[in-house]
């Protein structure tokens, strides 16, 4: 598919979810297993930061694992819901993601051209209050 789309002007892209984290084969998660396979040179990886919390993921350690790789980054922070270990997302810098720190070594690793905000969960306020919330943030924060 990298070569198709690479061909014809286009990247292609894969972004994660949970379960490439929780899901192994021979003790290995799948997500090693891709990005150990998987050309750089013809699959855009976007981290989706958030979602790999309740694969049970640590952020950080997944981006120091693969410096260069995230061109691509949908910044989600995350918060613990009631049901331990599992998460939902939340205004940006309020959860556990470290997700300025995370963004900064993403960055200075050679990746994040593109940086999108995603928030599922609201908390009592609504879309709209969290979105510009969500870019003040990334705002002060430099981006």
């Known amino acids: ?3 198709l789309c690479s061909k014809q002007g286009m ?16 003790d290995k998660p799948l997500f090693d297993i891709m990005m150990e396979s998987l050309d ?14 309740d694969g049970g993921a640590v952020a950080m350690d997944v981006v120091s694992r693969y410096p260069g ?6 910044a989600k922070d995350v918060i613990e819901t009631e049901e331990a ?20 070594r993403i960055r200075k690793n050679g ?17 709209m209050e969290c979105v510009e919330i969500d870019l003040s943030v990334l705002k002060e924060w430099g981006y």
Not at 17 to 23: A, G, R, T, V, Y
Not at 85 to 104: C, F, K, M, P, Q
């Open 1 to 3: 598919c990298g070569e």
């Open 69 to 74: 790789r995230f061109e691509n980054v949908h």
């Open 11 to 26: 990247k292609f892209g894969f972004h994660n979810h949970e379960f490439e984290f929780s899901e192994k084969f021979d």
């Open 85 to 104: 270990g599992h998460y939902e997302s939340t205004i940006i810098g309020e959860g556990v993601a470290d997700l300025r720190n995370v963004i900064d």
């Open 40 to 53: 750089p040179g013809l699959v855009v990886m976007q981290i989706d930061i958030g979602n790999l919390f």
């Open 111 to 127: 990746g994040a051209e593109v940086v999108i905000i995603e928030q599922e969960s609201y908390q009592g306020k609504t879309p």
